[in-house]
């Protein structure tokens, strides 16, 4: 059993002395607003000269009150607000939170191209999330241009997802069931053109930034972390794998039907920044090739449920049914009941494993919805990978451990 | 004592060395349908999760607080964790083509007091046990003993009140910057 | 200084239009990128929706470099006052764009942790309606505050607050 040094607390709520150095620190507040600390984060740094000694994140500058304002509203209201934490992978958190309603109220019978669609955008998010990271990282470094070809990109993905659920983030298009609605005619050609060109661009991005040299020397040696450390710092994702251990929740605890797609778990043994970034480079390739088998399963057949009580019926057939109607009014204006219990629902979100520990009380609203943020761990290692490093490094490692706020403060 | 089921072998012992070394304490023994639980009194922690830690479970994934009011006891502090596998750790040896044995995932679920409710902190056992005690403490008042720095982390320091508990309102108890500049009282919350 | 006739003053008109010309032609926005919003702020950055042809792509970091503070993302109560500071910061003339529903009127959320909009604490010039805003949304704020600037909205930019 091991015990963790408790010194380490004490060290930094001192601000004047460290203990065992006798020479003056200075003491910057990397503050809320900076270009890249990635969104609202402020980082005490301990300086002794160039080098940190110690670095204290402070959060809570997005608190946004997501999980109390999920519990006043109906279960499937609770959809739309869900989806602004992780707001760079927005279908990530519609996901997870979905599989556990579907959980609780013991729905099995997804349909199969529900599923399929389920799968596609969810790593079409993934892939649109890591070019952010990709993008902004590299900025970060001072490679500006990787930027431009990261967003183009992306900006191809968000004309497939504005094409089909009518927004480009904030999509809000699952829904405890299946999904809101089925793709309209011409989305495959799209897609068809997207798993074209993907490939060509994105070993272009890789050709560019995978054996430069300035990114080595920025990116190898900073940052490292020991797989046991990491495990113990309770991080996962990108980061886990980037120091060599293989857990890939969509491996592990499949859902949603990936245990039938044929993809690698991508990990890289040296544990620093370099391996990370290196880990998300490979991820996109695999998502890609996710997206690529999904499209040729592609099945026919409905997107939602069967179940009239949880989805509401076809709008043609509320004009001529009583029984549709009443059933829609019911769904409108009172939501569903979902039967008493909680759930602890994990999904591997490009951060880590996002999961999602809901708890019902038998009535239309949930009780409480609980999330683990994956990045509000990976976030807190940076008092461990902090120390040592130059104010440079620093930007580097926040910008590969990859935190967004909106889940770091919910 | 629940059946065990399969790929649950380790757990179910798990729950039965914890229901016979903490006695009153334990309170219950669930096999939900995602993992196997086990809820107890916050007296029993620093036991139970020594006896977690030496059963394999070497990730802590979550420390999450639930406020039941109005039913008691109100308040649940729940713990997940991961197991590991020593395989995961060796390179090479899952092939990441293939699907690895999944580690095992267990919860505890802690009742503390409803009137103070206090609870041993984790930090000297995980290093990231110390941010979401601190969330804990600041969204639902429970006191964390043991922890080295307790103080609020989302909400800014001079703020008063626990917000997730359920007689807080969802409004918030007066706004601090109101619309146009001007003061003027929270709007009234309409219950159905 | 009047030269052709007492009702239109010549030379200050044609200044004050050089000026607006000036001003409004290289908007310098200022990173207060919050949440979901700022990345499409940083979208309007890309090559897809470039806004470096309307002068305003040099976004500075520093409050005293730059004129315009496009508040994209909701505000939390923690934050607020750090906003204030910051608005306070930049020198004067200085603009706001309130980016977004959660910016404009608090958006999706209406609870303890956000304010109830930004104008609680700034004044604002344009309000960008969208959760998020597309980037075209945002371009077009930008255009209609150059107009406003070309037209002399902030006629007297020392008495606003």
Redesign the interface.
């Known amino acids: 059993?091991?015990?963790?040094d408790?010194s380490i607390?004490?060290a930094?709520?001192d601000l004047t002395a460290y203990p065992g150095d006798e020479r003056d620190t200075l003491v910057l507040s990397m503050?809320?607003?900076?270009?890249s600390t990635h969104?609202?984060l402020r980082v005490m740094l301990r300086l002794d000269g160039e080098t940190v000694i110690s670095a204290q994140p402070e959060?809570?500058?997005?608190?946004?009150?997501?999980?109390?304002?999920a519990e006043?509203l109906f279960w499937q209201q609770a959809v739309?607000?869900v989806d602004?934490a992780d707001?760079?992978a927005p279908l990530s958190n519609s996901l997870c939170y979905v599989l556990a309603a579907e959980?609780l109220l013991g729905i099995d019978n997804i349909p199969p191209r529900a599923q399929v669609l389920r799968v596609m955008f969810t790593e079409l998010t993934r892939i649109a999330s890591h070019l952010?990271q990709l993008g902004?990282h590299a900025i970060d470094l001072g490679a500006q241009s990787i930027?431009?070809y990261a967003?183009?990109m992306?900006?191809r993905i968000l004309e497939i997802m504005e094409f089909v659920t009518g927004a480009?983030?904030?999509q809000s298009w699952f829904r405890i069931g299946g999904v809101a609605l089925d793709v309209p005619k011409g989305f495959l050609a799209k897609m068809d053109d997207f798993i074209e060109r993907f490939p060509e661009r994105l070993t272009d991005m890789r050709a560019i930034l995978e054996k430069n040299v300035i990114i080595m020397d920025r990116l190898i040696g900073v940052g490292v972390i020991s797989?046991?450390e990491a495990?113990?710092?309770?991080l996962?994702g990108p980061i886990l794998r980037g120091s060599?251990?293989?857990?890939d929740v969509r491996?592990?605890?499949?859902y949603s039907g990936y245990?039938t797609y044929?993809f690698?778990?991508?990990?890289h043994?040296a544990g620093d920044c370099y391996s990370r970034f290196i880990v998300r480079l490979d991820e996109m390739h695999q998502a890609w090739r996710i997206i690529k088998q999904a499209r040729e399963k592609f099945p026919d057949g409905p997107v939602t449920i069967d179940d009239r009580k949880i989805i509401p019926p076809p709008k043609t057939e509320i004009q001529h049914s009583m029984e549709a109607l009443i059933h829609h009014f019911k769904l409108v204006s009172s939501g569903f009941n979902v039967p008493e219990?909680?759930?602890?629902?994990p999904v591997e979100s490009p951060r880590g494993?996002l999961?999602m520990?809901v708890?019902s009380?038998g009535g239309n609203k949930p009780?409480?919805v609980?999330w683990?943020p994956p990045s509000?761990?990976n976030l807190?290692?940076l008092r461990?990978l902090a120390p040592g490093n130059l104010v440079a490094d620093i930007v580097a490692i926040i910008g590969s451990l990859d935190p967004v706020?909106?889940e770091v403060?919910? | 004592m629940p059946e065990a089921q399969p790929g649950r072998e380790v757990t179910a012992a798990l729950l039965t060395q914890l229901a016979q070394s903490l006695g009153p304490l334990f309170l219950e023994a669930v096999s939900?349908?995602?993992?196997d639980e086990a809820a107890i009194l916050p007296d029993g922690l620093l036991a139970a999760v020594?006896a977690v830690?030496?059963a394999g479970f070497?990730?802590?994934?979550?420390i999450?607080?639930?406020?039941?009011h109005p039913l008691t006891p109100r308040f649940e502090i729940?713990y997940?964790f991961l197991a590991?596998p020593p395989e995961?750790?060796e390179?090479g040896r899952?092939n990441?083509?293939a699907?690895?044995l999944?580690?095992a995932?267990f919860?505890l679920r802690v009742f503390p007091d409803d009137r103070d409710p206090v609870v041993p902190s984790l930090?000297?056992?995980?290093?990231?046990a110390?941010?979401?005690e601190r969330e804990a403490w600041d969204l639902f008042g429970v006191r964390f003993d043991g922890h080295?720095?307790l103080r609020?982390?989302?909400?800014?320091d001079d703020w008063e009140g626990h917000?997730?508990r359920k007689d807080y309102p969802?409004r918030g108890l007066n706004r601090r910057f109101n619309p146009g500049g001007l003061p003027g009282p929270v709007p009234p919350v309409v219950t159905k | 200084m009047e030269m052709m006739s007492p009702q239109q003053p010549f030379i200050t008109t044609k200044l004050d239009e050089f000026i607006h010309w000036a001003q409004s032609s290289a908007i310098w926005p200022m990173?207060?990128?919050?949440?979901?919003c700022?990345?499409?702020m940083?979208?309007i950055?890309?090559?897809?929706y470039d806004t470096s042809r309307f002068g305003a792509e040099v976004?500075r970091?520093s409050?005293r470099q730059s004129d315009l503070m496009i508040v994209s993302?909701?505000v939390?109560?923690?934050?607020a006052p750090?906003l204030r500071m910051?608005y306070d910061q930049m020198p004067d003339p200085k603009w706001v764009i309130s980016m977004g529903a959660c910016a404009s009127s608090g958006g999706?959320?209406?609870?303890?942790?956000?304010l109830p909009g930004v104008d609680s604490i700034l004044p604002v010039d344009i309000y960008v309606p969208g959760?998020?805003p597309?980037p075209d949304a945002l371009i077009y704020a930008l255009m209609q505050l150059r107009r406003q600037i070309e037209a002399g909205g902030k006629a007297n930019v020392l008495a606003r607050a």
């Open positions: 059993m091991s015990t963790t408790l607390f004490a930094e709520k503050g809320p607003q900076h270009p969104g609202v959060i809570g500058f997005l608190h946004t009150g997501i999980e109390k304002q006043n739309t607000v602004r707001y760079l959980r952010v902004t930027f431009m967003f183009e992306r900006e480009r983030m904030h797989a046991q495990i113990d710092w309770g996962t060599g251990v293989p857990y491996k592990a605890f499949p245990e044929d690698d778990i991508c990990t043994p219990g909680h759930i602890y629902q494993e999961g520990y708890t009380a009780w409480r609980r683990r509000f761990y807190q290692a461990r706020f909106g403060d919910r | 939900a349908a995602d993992m020594d830690r030496a070497n990730q802590l994934l979550d999450g607080g639930t406020d039941h729940s997940h590991f995961y750790l390179p899952i990441s083509t699907t690895p999944a580690p995932r919860r930090c000297g056992r995980w290093p990231n110390d941010w979401p080295p720095d609020r982390i989302l909400m800014p917000p997730l969802l | 990173t207060m990128g919050l949440a979901c700022a990345i499409e940083m979208s950055v890309s090559p897809r976004f970091a409050p993302g909701r939390a109560n923690k934050m750090i910051l999706v959320f209406d609870n303890y942790a956000i959760c998020p597309s």
